[in-house]
């Protein structure tokens, strides 16, 4: 059963914690993607991976950091220097052709995360 | 920044009509893509179109690019009640060297049945 995983689904904080959320793909896929969205939103590139130990900034990589020690698994970290980090987060992974960014991008379920 | 805006932002129409949805972006582009979102869900890809191609067809679905203009348009047809959703378009933007999509603001889509 190939596909992304995120977990979990829901997840709350206190303000000043900081949190990780999961993200695997068993779809030997070189690239990884997380993206935040925001209610009524469109979805805003955190970081990507093309390679394994390796990644960039996206977007609005302020307050976020990640690894890519396995081609498997990118976990998000949302720390305590995220000044809203209340949002919807979406993990994405993709094949990466030679000369566009990617082909079709597969997306997890998303991880609703509430800080309070 | 978001390179893709999308026009309507939101859309209602009956179940059979046809809905059209426009995304306007800003720079060269390799491919551009269109994605659906359930709420509160993940996006699930829905076609692709390279810039050397002016329309694609997927079922239901027609995609058009017109890149003198940067603009293209998903019409689906004989809409479904199923169909209500959020529609992405997201560009590959050429020669930045970033190897990442970016996302416009979606349109929403309600189906009435």
């Known amino acids: 059963d190939g596909g992304i995983t995120q977990s979990p689904k829901y997840l709350f904080r206190k303000e000043g914690q900081n949190v990780t959320l999961s993200c695997e793909q068993n779809?030997?896929?070189?690239?990884m993607y997380w993206y935040r969205q925001d209610p009524g939103q469109g979805l805003r590139l955190i970081y990507y991976?093309?390679?394994?130990?390796?990644?960039q900034k996206g977007d609005i990589a302020e307050g976020y950091s990640v690894s890519r020690e396995k081609k498997e698994s990118f976990p998000l970290t949302v720390t305590s220097a995220q000044k809203n980090p209340t949002a919807f987060y979406l993990c994405?992974?993709?094949?990466?052709?030679?000369?566009?960014?990617?082909?079709?991008?597969?997306f997890g379920p998303g991880t609703r995360l509430t800080v309070t | 920044s978001q390179q893709g805006e999308e026009d309507p932002q939101a859309l209602s129409i009956q179940e059979g009509e046809n809905a059209t949805m426009n995304c306007s972006y800003k720079?060269?582009?390799?491919?551009l893509q269109w994605y659906r979102q359930n709420s509160g869900r993940g996006l699930v890809h829905l076609i692709l179109?390279?810039?050397?191609?002016r329309e694609k067809h997927s079922g239901r679905l027609r995609v058009t690019l017109d890149t003198s203009k940067k603009s293209s348009s998903l019409l689906i047809t004989a809409s479904r009640a199923a169909d209500t959703a959020s529609y992405f378009c997201?560009?590959?933007?050429?020669?930045?060297?970033?190897?990442?999509?970016?996302f416009g603001s979606g349109t929403r889509l309600q189906v009435q049945p």
């Open positions: 997201a560009t590959d933007a050429s020669g930045t060297g970033r190897r990442a999509l970016t």
């Open positions: 991976s093309q390679i394994v130990n390796d990644f």
């Open positions: 179109i390279r810039s050397n191609e």
């Open positions: 779809l030997n896929h070189d690239a």
């Open positions: 720079t060269s582009i390799n491919n």
């Open positions: 994405a992974s993709a094949t990466l052709l030679a000369g566009e960014s990617s082909y079709e991008q597969y």
